[in-house]
């Protein structure tokens, strides 16, 4: 892995930081515009730069789907393993394609493109506004809002992921499910002292058992409609098995194991255009290639192989998915 300083790429600067007591602390992303005035929404001008592995990318990727906004915004997607040189479009490997904007050969000479100074992570998802020839913007939480709202009316579906009468309780549970669920796991993963583990662990379990209390009396995060909420715990909850359960030791639980967030994960996997966003051997690819601090040998296990197309049986639990997402 790398990073890039003063625009040049560097191989011996990546370090996973942690503060003083070995926790790990996720790097702020650095291009924060938004679409809007000076960038307006317009069909064909975007441009998505995704992992299929990446669960933040992921988020991204489903939003585009669930509204279907496909012809209005492009995507290239990096090859999944990631090494010294950072990510890297392998357009001959299954689900990675050319950069169809610039034709690098990697992401990092887009984020020199858009600012030949650039000192930071080189990280997906990033939305690249083709007309003004710059990134708008490299932070997950905030291209899913952009997405859902900006693009609505370019939007092939009639799907409103922050409807008005939810949003505070949108904006609550996304804040309130990133520290220990989706940071959680990473955490986790790349904690350097027991404590640390021990502290990731038992507040990713404790907010898991929550959410799957909630779910039991409720279809969705934020009540009886999809939001942007389930999204941002999608992308967690469908990599956790397959991968967080053994790569990053959060084993005390599968997911699989769970009254309701199981059912739940299986009735995301199933709304229209979601299964086109999941590639599964990029996830372990991705995972247990990349990290050889974790994975030394880079062995990808074969398994567990969980059945997310199963019948889900949550239909009688009110609300819904909007109607353009009812098959």
């Not at 074969?302 to 909007?322: S, V």
Request: with cysteine; net charge negative.
């Amino acid at each position: 892995m790398g990073r890039m300083v003063d625009g040049e790429w560097r191989t011996e600067a990546e370090q996973i930081e942690h503060d003083e007591g070995g926790e790990f602390e996720r790097e702020t992303t650095s291009f924060r515009d938004w679409v809007g005035d000076e960038y307006p929404a317009e069909s064909g001008r975007y441009h998505l730069y995704v992992s299929y592995a990446c669960p933040w990318a992921h988020r991204t990727l489903l939003v585009r789907a669930l509204k279907g906004l496909e012809d209005a915004v492009s995507v290239s997607v990096v090859d999944p393993v990631r090494f010294d040189q950072g990510w890297e479009f392998a357009p001959d490997k299954p689900g990675s394609t050319p950069d169809h904007v610039h034709g690098s050969e990697y992401l990092r000479e887009v984020y020199a493109h858009a600012d030949p100074a650039y000192t930071g992570r080189v990280t997906v998802p990033v939305l690249y506004d083709t007309a003004e020839d710059t990134i708008v913007n490299n932070e997950s939480e905030e291209i899913m809002r952009m997405l859902d709202v900006a693009f609505h009316d370019l939007a092939d579906r009639d799907v409103d992921l922050y409807p008005e009468g939810y949003r505070d309780e949108v904006d609550r549970v996304v804040e309130d499910i990133y520290d220990p669920i989706n940071n959680g796991v990473y955490r986790a993963g790349f904690a350097e002292t027991q404590r640390a583990y021990d502290n990731a662990v038992n507040d990713l379990f404790d907010a898991l058992a929550h959410y799957d209390d909630v779910l039991g009396d409720q279809r969705y995060l934020a009540g009886d409609v999809l939001t942007e909420a389930d999204v941002a715990m999608f992308t967690t909850l469908y990599r956790f098995d397959e991968v967080y359960h053994t790569h990053f030791k959060c084993n005390r639980e599968r997911i699989a194991d769970y009254d309701n967030l199981w059912p739940y994960l299986r009735e995301l996997c199933q709304l229209p255009g979601v299964a086109d966003t999941l590639e599964m051997d990029h996830v372990k690819q991705h995972y247990y290639r990349s990290h050889g601090h974790l994975n030394p040998k880079r062995l990808v296990p074969t398994g567990p192989n969980p059945d997310f197309f199963a019948a889900h049986e949550r239909d009688d639990l009110p609300g819904g998915p909007p109607a353009d997402l009812q098959r």
